[in-house]
């Protein structure tokens, strides 16, 4: 199991934000976290790479890539977030560098030194989502799917073994955002876990995986379908 959570609480700022919460995530699945705005999926994402804490009160488990996240230290978190490829909704690419260059700042970052390496892993990553020929882009000359693109293509940089997308086609056009889904969907084929909040019940018919519906403070696991607009429109 990749991810594991047993009966965790969740809090922000002292605020109990989710409750008993019961999670899991294996090699090759493609999860979907639905719900209203506020409900906690952003808050449950961080702490999977352990930007929010858990409260380690009531907790009978907390596990991600076999790290225990009731006890980690903070000097093991860097390692732990190199096997995770994390996708935010606002690309947070850096503006003032090319695509190329966005791309070797995240691999020196996390210990790449070598320069030929690093490029040919760039070239890989931006074949996969079929980005090839925008290494020299700037962010603003891209549209917002290239740049969602570019983000998924940075989250793969490292070979990860989990990929956390939070609402990454939020500000994308329907054709777009099943474009965005298809590459992670593929990823997915190929052994990576998926962990995706969105807002887009089309997408849940289209691409079919597990859900988790996030109401009240607590995280229920669904079946397939049955997902209405109910479930994620204040």
């Given amino acids: 199991m990749l991810i594991e959570y047993k009966h965790a609480d969740i809090y922000q ?3 109990l934000i989710l409750e008993n919460v019961n999670f899991t995530a294996d090699e090759g699945e493609f999860i979907y976290l639905i719900g209203k705005v506020g409900s906690g999926k952003s808050s449950l994402l961080k702490t999977m790479y352990c930007e929010l804490d858990i409260d380690k009160g009531d907790a009978e488990k907390a596990e991600v890539l076999g790290q225990d996240l009731l006890s980690i230290r903070r000097s093991r978190i860097p390692a732990l977030r ?8 606002d690309f947070q690419l850096l503006h003032d560098r090319t695509v190329l260059k966005n791309l070797r700042f995240v691999l020196k970052a996390t210990g790449w030194k070598n320069k030929d390496d690093m490029d040919a892993r760039i070239n890989e990553v931006l074949e996969l989502v079929g980005m090839s020929d925008m290494k020299s882009k ?9 740049q969602q693109r570019i983000a998924i293509a940075r989250a793969l940089l490292n070979h990860p073994k989990i990929i956390l997308a939070d ?13 965005i889904v298809s590459i992670l969907m593929a990823i997915c084929q190929k052994g990576t876990a ?14 079919p995986g597990t859900i988790y519906r996030f109401s009240n403070g607590n995280v229920t696991k669904s079946e397939e379908g049955g997902v209405s607009n109910e479930d994620i429109n204040d």
């Avoid at 609402?167 to 474009?179: H, I």
């Avoid at 998926?194 to 691409?207: G, P």
């Fill in 13 to 15: 700022d002292d605020k």
């Fill in 82 to 89: 190199k096997q995770m490829g994390i996708i935010f909704q």
């Fill in 138 to 146: 700037l962010p603003h000359e891209l549209s917002g799917g290239e």
């Fill in 167 to 179: 609402e990454p086609t939020g500000n994308l056009d329907p054709e777009t955002a099943e474009k």
């Fill in 194 to 207: 998926v962990v995706m909040s969105t807002h887009n019940v089309q997408l849940l018919a289209n691409f």
